[in-house]
């Protein structure tokens, strides 16, 4: 067993919908989560920005003593989770394989989508990855830079016209190529579920990166006996931007009230 926390960072709140599942799969673990709010997106930065900003993160995680890393962000796992791995010094899972293996293995047609932000579709790291476990497989991969700021402004139900307006648009070549399986690949877009699923039917099913990533991350701390065992977890939250903020939003990523949980951190002082 090993009671040392989890660490977890995104660039913004998106990477709460990871938590969730976290925590649901593993409730006696303990969480720190850090959420980049004063420089979301990453989805539009350089892959020079964005190793820049995620070991900036990294360095802030590390100054808990943790058991492991949780990245979160779709965008830092397809352009610089190499880079962060062989910094050392914790196990570091992305969201890139674990979804990549279960789209893979999902599939009925081998006609796969991917929805993602700029950053992660330019990197080819999806394609790659799928190639690797099913060189068969026909990707689709879209760009849908709209959704990461939508979803954090909180324009993300059923019936709301403007991200039903922009989802529609955004899916239509994804229709056109008749994937029947799609990578979710943000964790700002869970809370788009019903929106997606309610355009692209019934037949075509959702991969959420966050819940995959979740249970690699608990199979890894399984097979190294690194789960904290019996007892209720806890978790941190700390964001770049204003605490009072980011608490009355993350609810709608995490499902559970975070008033008093969270503390600003300066992390350009890592």
Same mark, same amino acid.
């Given at each position: 067993m090993n009671p040392r926390p989890i660490g977890v960072f !995104? &660039? %913004?709140?998106g990477g709460l919908t990871a938590v969730r599942q976290l925590r649901r799969l593993m409730p006696s673990e303990? *969480? *720190?989560?850090? %959420?980049d709010t004063a420089r979301v997106p990453y989805g539009n930065r350089s892959r020079e920005t964005l190793l820049q900003y995620? +070991?900036?993160?990294? +360095? =802030?995680?590390r &100054? =808990? !003593?943790?058991k492991a890393v949780l990245v979160a962000c779709g965008t830092v796992s397809a352009n610089c989770l190499e880079d962060l791995q062989a910094d050392g010094g #914790?196990? #570091? $899972? %992305?969201v890139v394989e674990p979804a990549a293996a279960r789209a893979a293995? $999902? $599939?009925r047609t081998g006609r796969v989508g991917l929805i993602a932000t700029r950053a992660s579709v330019a990197s080819g790291a999806y394609e790659r990855a799928m190639s690797r476990i099913a060189p068969e497989l026909k990707v689709t991969a879209l760009a849908c830079p709209l959704f990461v700021p939508l979803v954090e402004e909180g324009r993300c139900q059923p019936g709301d016209v403007v991200i039903e307006t922009v989802a529609r648009e955004y899916l239509a070549p994804l229709k056109e190529a008749g994937v029947d399986t799609l990578i979710l690949g943000c964790t700002h877009y869970p809370l788009l579920q019903d929106v997606i699923g309610g355009i692209m039917g019934p037949g075509v099913q959702l991969i959420d990166v966050g819940g995959e990533a979740a249970a690699a991350c608990r199979n890894l701390l399984a097979e190294q006996d690194a789960l904290a065992g019996q007892g209720t977890g806890s978790i941190c939250c700390y964001t770049s931007d204003r605490?009072?903020? =980011?608490a009355r939003?993350? &609810?709608l990523f995490l499902g559970e009230d975070l008033a008093g949980r969270v503390e600003h951190v300066d992390i350009a002082q890592y």
């Open positions: !995104d &660039s %913004g709140m303990h *969480i *720190i989560y850090f %959420g995620a +070991r900036q993160d990294m +360095r =802030f995680l &100054s =808990f !003593d943790l #914790v196990p #570091v $899972t %992305g293995e $999902t $599939t605490a009072a903020n =980011f939003l993350a &609810s």
